[in-house]
């Protein structure tokens, strides 16, 4: 737990006080001619209530430091998710909170993020100076804005080759690759199945997927049996009683796509969920739920090939 002095620092003078206060207690101010003045100064001016502090207080400190410094390596996904997200998490929050945490969200995020605020907040928006607000008052916002959000290492998304590929598409992008991904499950499942059967599946769609599908079986080449069999078992594993037209391929796809990850895989997890509006985020979270664990590490690399066989074909249409 930081202090009350510190928490009013950044990051970099918690870091460097607490050095100080470890490694140069005596004399430590000469330091200071090392620091731009603009820094300096609100530095001096804690320096003396932060040495007289017990040997113990300053060595909490010093790790606090520490970890928030490796607390800064994580992202909160309110900044990252669907605009839906952000919109849902700032409905109820005053003018100066949502001023405060704005500038953090990517500019075309921020036109749909203020649309579906009240219009009192957008009036109120106008009306406001930053400047009067504290930092250790804006620090508090976000901190408390952020703390529902999952908090989420970027690095890992860059680890794995589909994943990198797939993390900068947004909540219309993903489900179009969730929508491929249901209709190749499909193609591959019926592929060679009685015209009877195929026309019980068909009357279950929209009249647009049901066209996508017949044709894609058309295109479709040889599939094993053990590949028939899974897609399959999938389909029939899914309760169509509980979804309309529109739903079906999606959720499919939403399937296919929750085999693509371990449990191992929270953070990224989290990531692509977020990154999705949030009801179709809830419906992906609960597929995710349902295969945690199922899928042994050869079935998680065939499920990312198939992931990135989606995305490969529709890559055109995302430019």
Do not use: C
Request: glycine share 4%; proline share 5%; no cysteine.
């Amino acid at each position: 737990m930081m202090s009350a002095i510190s928490a009013q620092l950044s990051q970099k003078e918690r870091v460097f006080l607490s050095l100080v206060a470890q490694y140069q207690p005596e004399g430590g101010e000469d330091l200071f001619k090392f620091l731009p003045p603009e820094e300096s100064r609100g530095l001096k001016a804690n320096l003396a209530a932060f040495l007289s502090q017990s040997p113990q207080q300053r060595e909490a400190e010093f790790a606090a430091a520490r970890e928030h410094a490796q607390d800064d390596q994580l992202v909160s996904m309110l900044y990252l998710a669907d605009p839906g997200w952000i919109s849902e998490s700032l409905k109820g929050e005053t003018a100066a909170a949502v001023g405060i945490l704005l500038p953090k969200v990517p500019k075309s995020r921020v036109g749909s993020v203020l649309k579906d605020l009240p219009k009192e907040t957008r009036r109120d928006l106008k009306k406001l100076k930053l400047k009067k607000i504290s930092p250790a008052i804006r620090h508090l916002i976000r901190i408390r804005a952020e703390r529902p959000f999952p908090r989420i290492n970027l690095a890992l998304l860059k680890e794995d080759d589909v994943v990198k590929k797939i993390k900068d598409l947004d909540g219309p992008q993903l489900l179009k690759t969730f929508h491929e991904l249901g209709i190749s499950e499909m193609a591959m499942a019926f592929s060679q199945v009685q015209r009877s059967a195929l026309r019980a599946i068909i009357n279950r769609l929209r009249t647009v997927d049901a066209k996508e599908l017949k044709q894609r079986i058309k295109e479709s080449g040889e599939f094993t049996r053990n590949q028939q069999k899974e897609a399959q078992l999938h389909i029939l594993s899914l309760d169509f009683d509980k979804m309309n037209p529109e739903q079906v391929v999606q959720e499919i796809g939403f399937g296919v796509f929750s085999k693509a990850f371990g449990p191992e895989d929270a953070e990224i997890i989290e990531y692509f969920i977020h990154r999705l509006p949030p009801r179709s985020g809830y419906v992906l979270k609960r597929y995710l739920d349902d295969s945690m664990g199922q899928s042994t590490p050869e079935q998680v690399k065939k499920t990312r090939e198939r992931v990135l066989d989606a995305f490969t074909r529709l890559k055109k249409t995302f430019s």
